[in-house]
């Protein structure tokens, strides 16, 4: 079990840039995948970008370009780095992370362990 919190969400600009932290509270190593969703109003949760142990990246193409992810495992911290965000980024942001996912990208719903969420607000 671990606990993840995230952190960073606020509201922002049409074109500006955020940066989303998630803590963990334990050591983050072995076989895993850590990953960043969202859930914006009225629509179901969606990948956003995705961080193994090898650091291979995943992006999803609506953000591949605009979002970068990265990790400090020294510090057990995954990064967010959002710029010119858009009021389509308006969104609950969530953090989730999956031991040994099988060669899967993204943590499984019901096999991962998943943050509260910090909330983005994007106004044009």
């Known amino acids: 079990w671990v606990q993840l919190v995230e952190s960073g969400g606020r509201s922002v600009q049409s074109g500006g840039s955020l940066t989303l932290d998630c803590a963990a509270g334990?050591?983050?190593?072995?076989?895993?995948?850590w990953a960043w969703f969202r859930q914006r109003p009225g629509k179901e949760r969606e990948g956003i970008a995705a961080?193994?142990?090898?650091?291979?990246?995943t992006y999803s193409e609506f953000v591949k370009g605009r979002f970068t992810i990265s990790q400090d495992t020294s510090k057990n911290v995954l990064t967010l780095q959002m710029r010119d965000l858009q009021p389509d980024d308006t969104a609950t942001y969530s953090c989730?992370?999956?031991?040994?996912?099988?060669?899967?990208?993204?943590?499984?719903?019901?096999?991962?362990?998943w943050g509260r969420g910090t909330h983005v607000t994007v106004s044009s």
């Open positions: 961080i193994d142990n090898d650091d291979k990246t």
């Open positions: 989730a992370i999956e031991w040994y996912p099988g060669g899967r990208p993204w943590p499984a719903r019901d096999l991962g362990y």
């Open positions: 334990s050591k983050i190593d072995r076989t895993y995948t």
